[in-house]
């Protein structure tokens, strides 16, 4: 009995190694292809070189053959599992992301071809992950409730936890968090007497300056507990709890009539079949002439169709029921569903990109203070994935940010003399 069971195993065990070296042969057919840089790959049978030396370049150690049969038959959650599994490695992520951005159409057949096999059921387990509202509260559990002390570690003193505008080239992320703060207060042209409503608070980094800066009135909400929790703290440390109202509700239930309304980075994870709910709340808690600014990822509008079928690694392991809008299905939706009116978009992508080498810089710095936390090598490979991921997207512009402004019809404010300005 136990010889059966041992031959069964080795012919399982023979199997996969078969499938193994049949994907290495696929895939380094399909990375034939690979132009504008050059990707050096190196495993145990000796060394490949694909494409040709230019600005981009990176080189892949595989440490185990099956990183082969998981990328090639799941695409980019296959890649990112197989990293954290530390069954690959290479010398600069970032420009291996990039590099596959650049040559996305050969990406897209290792995604769009054998990985299909996979992408019903990730797309199933997307589903599941609706944004309702209890489903939103789960969500964002998932990554904003892995502990203050984590985000603490990478962000700036502020905590905001979104895209910094760096004013130059020797911008610290201090410094550049601070001036998106500025950037945004001066768009809406804050003053003592607005009362603003924030629909994502985050740690609380907008509310206090808003209210700390311009004296005004900033009703703001979250609902993550850690969030929530850590934002309280903050504000009672600041002597703020006069002028700051902090809610753990969901958007949808906001109640009230404000001046003006912001939102940093939080329609990521609204939901695509929540997007004309999510504008339209925006739209009734403004007054007549009320401002609204808007601060979003996006994805590229010629990307949008094919990303909204898929799944990637970034819903997958950091955003369940994540979505990134594109600018033309924002503008629609505002269009067809409220009377908000566009007055400007503004895009600065190029500042996320360095935003996130600063927090993947000081997340790896620290990350001997991270692990006291319960945080192991997988969990460094998992941020570190998904910070170069996400870096590469905004440096080849796959994905990129924008502020939105727009008015309520009675608004009669000049906005054009409060676009971004850099000294």
């Not at 939103?136 to 905001?160: T, V």
């Not at 509700?249 to 929540?274: C, H, N, P, T, W």
């Not at 990134?324 to 007055?343: A, E, F, G, Q």
Request: hydrophobic content about 35%; some cysteine.
């Amino acid at each position: 009995m136990n010889s059966i069971a041992t031959s069964t195993q080795q012919r399982e065990t023979e199997s996969v190694a078969i499938s193994a070296r049949i994907a290495k042969q696929i895939l380094h057919k399909i990375l034939s292809h690979l132009q504008d840089g050059q990707l050096t790959i190196i495993d145990n049978q000796g060394r490949e070189v694909f494409g040709s030396q230019g600005q981009l370049s990176a080189t892949i150690t595989v440490n185990n053959y099956q990183a082969y049969r998981r990328i090639l038959f799941e695409g980019s959650i296959g890649a990112g599992e197989s990293y954290m599994d530390g069954q690959w490695s290479v010398d600069n992520l970032t420009n291996l992301v990039r590099l596959m951005v650049v040559n996305s159409a050969m990406l897209d057949r290792i995604d769009d071809g054998m990985a299909l096999v996979k992408y019903p059921f990730q797309r199933i387990r997307h589903l599941l992950r609706r944004n309702s509202i209890t489903g939103s509260k789960r969500n964002i559990m998932a990554h904003y409730d892995l502990g203050n002390e984590l985000y603490k570690s990478f962000l700036d003193p502020s905590m905001m936890y979104s895209s910094a505008i760096y004013p130059s080239e020797t911008s610290s992320l201090e410094e550049a968090s601070e001036y998106k703060l500025e950037t945004i207060c001066k768009k809406l042209q804050l003053k003592p007497t607005d009362r603003i409503v924030e629909i994502g608070s985050g740690w609380g980094g907008f509310a206090i300056y808003a209210a700390q800066r311009y004296g005004c009135h900033v009703t703001t909400t979250t609902i993550s507990e850690e969030q929530f929790q850590e934002a309280s703290q903050r504000i009672k440390a600041h002597g703020l709890t006069d002028r700051i109202t902090l809610l753990k509700e969901d958007y949808r239930r906001l109640k009230g009539s404000f001046d003006k309304l912001v939102s940093i980075e939080m329609i990521e994870a609204v939901g695509e079949q929540y997007l004309p709910r999510f504008f339209k709340t925006c739209s009734d808690l403004l007054k007549k002439d009320g401002v609204m600014l808007l601060q979003g990822i996006t994805i590229a509008d010629q990307r949008m169709k094919s990303y909204a079928r898929n799944v990637d690694f970034i819903q997958r392991h950091i955003f369940p029921g994540g979505f990134l809008p594109s600018n033309s299905k924002m503008l629609d939706i505002m269009r067809d569903k409220t009377d908000l009116v566009v007055r400007s978009i503004e895009d600065f992508g190029f500042d996320y990109a360095r935003t996130l080498m600063d927090w993947r810089q000081r997340f790896l710095q620290r990350f001997s203070e991270i692990q006291k936390f319960g945080f192991d090598e997988r969990f460094k490979r998992l941020w570190e994935f998904y910070l170069s991921y996400c870096e590469g997207g905004f440096l080849e512009r796959s994905i990129s940010v924008v502020h939105i402004t727009a008015t309520k019809p009675d608004n009669r404010l000049d906005l054009k003399e409060r676009a971004l300005v850099r000294p």
